[in-house]
Every structure is written in C-alpha cells, then in structure tokens.
C-alpha cells in the first residue's frame, strides 16, 4: 500500500494513397501517440509514517502527432524512379513530481518540480534511383532537417532545508544552501539544430 504506479500508452495512424495515373502517386502518413503515468510510494522509504501518507511521487504527459507526405513517380518506362517528400513532428513532455534531498543532515528540502520539454521537427527530402542494368541500380539521395527544442523546469521547495542539485560531472549530489518553504528556483533553454544528411 505504501507505492503503485498507473500507465496508459495509445497510439494510432492512418495511411492515404492517392494514384494519380502515369505511374505517379502522393502517400499520407498521418500519426499520433502518447503517454500517461502516475506513481505513488512512501518518501522515507520505511514503514513508519515519519512523512505521512504515500504521496504522489509524480504525473507525466507525453504527446506527439507526426505528418508525412510523398510523391511517388517513374520514366523511362521505370528505370528511372524517384521520390520527394516532407516530414514533421511536434512533441510535448510535462512532469510533475516531488523528490527529497537528503545528505548527512537530517534538515531536507521536499521539492515539488514541473519539468516541460516542446519539441518540433521537420524535414524535406528527396531519392533517385536508377536502374543501370537488370542488375546494378544507383540511388542517391537528400534530406534537410530542421529540429527546435525548448525545456522548462521550475521548482519550489515545500519545507525549509538543504536543496542538492547534481554536478554536470558523474558524482555525488552538492548542497546549494538552506531554501527556506516556498522558495522557487528553475531555468529555460531552448536551441535550433538542422543538418543536411542522406534519406
């Protein structure tokens, strides 16, 4: 009774042809999946309410929906074959759970965080494929991807104490002072990658 977990995955995705005549064709891959979890255990880890009640230990939300589109076609009565097409997804991650920080000290700090992550890709892209003989055939091929990222996290301590937080290195957490209850702290980066890369 003191820890349990809930979780829900879903996802579907429909596919849409469309034949154009002349050996040419557009393709519609449209998708979507996501992610529900909810967990619950005891924060001292014993037997002993020294915290109360199990608490919620956290709630995450995962969403992403995807779109593709190709254009199919062929000459030279097939030898020559390509394809051209586009891509994008987004994605939205949201949690929510509480952690303890705990070092020699008996004084803690009971944080509360809200982490968040916005994600958005999206490409274009391109293949060619040449049939030399029955045998040997030569592709070549194009693809642009674009990706933005953004991540939030704000949280709030819910009792006086020691706030810990991780060092970029491998290692033990490191003190950061006495938060007082209801002190809030968090950061926002965000970055655009793209590259040029083979299909």
């Given at each position: 009774?003191?820890?349990?977990?809930?979780q829900?995955?879903?996802?579907?995705?429909?596919?849409?042809?469309?034949?154009?005549?002349?050996?040419?064709?557009?393709?519609?891959?449209?998708?979507?999946?996501?992610?529900?979890?909810?967990?619950?255990?005891?924060?001292?880890?014993?037997?002993?309410?020294?915290?109360?009640?199990?608490?919620?230990?956290?709630?995450?939300?995962?969403?992403?929906?995807?779109q593709?589109?190709?254009?199919?076609?062929?000459?030279?009565?097939?030898?020559?074959?390509?394809?051209?097409?586009?891509?994008?997804?987004?994605?939205?991650?949201k949690?929510?759970?509480?952690?303890?920080?705990?070092?020699?000290?008996?004084?803690?700090?009971?944080?509360?965080?809200?982490f968040?992550?916005?994600?958005?890709?999206?490409?274009?892209?391109?293949?060619?494929?040449?049939?030399i003989?029955?045998?040997?055939?030569?592709?070549?091929?194009?693809?642009?991807?674009?990706?933005?990222?953004?991540?939030?996290?704000?949280?709030?301590?819910?009792?006086?104490?020691?706030?810990?937080?991780?060092?970029?290195?491998?290692?033990?957490?490191?003190?950061?002072?006495?938060?007082?209850?209801?002190?809030?702290?968090?950061?926002?980066?965000?970055?655009?990658?793209?590259?040029?890369?083979?299909?």
């Amino acid at each position: 009774g003191f820890s349990g977990d809930d979780q829900t995955t879903f996802g579907t995705s429909a596919t849409a042809r469309l034949d154009l005549g002349d050996n040419t064709s557009i393709t519609s891959v449209t998708a979507m999946r996501g992610l529900r979890l909810g967990a619950r255990f005891d924060l001292d880890g014993t037997e002993v309410p020294i915290q109360g009640s199990p608490v919620d230990a956290g709630r995450f939300k995962q969403d992403q929906i995807s779109q593709e589109v190709q254009l199919t076609s062929s000459l030279m009565d097939g030898q020559l074959r390509y394809l051209v097409g586009v891509y994008g997804i987004t994605e939205t991650v949201k949690n929510r759970d509480f952690s303890q920080t705990i070092t020699g000290s008996p004084v803690f700090a009971l944080l509360e965080s809200d982490f968040r992550t916005k994600s958005l890709s999206y490409s274009a892209f391109s293949q060619i494929d040449f049939a030399i003989t029955p045998k040997l055939e030569l592709t070549a091929g194009l693809r642009f991807s674009q990706e933005r990222k953004r991540f939030f996290r704000l949280s709030q301590a819910l009792n006086t104490g020691v706030v810990l937080q991780l060092p970029p290195a491998p290692g033990s957490p490191i003190p950061v002072g006495i938060a007082p209850a209801g002190t809030q702290f968090g950061f926002e980066v965000s970055g655009r990658l793209s590259d040029f890369t083979p299909p």
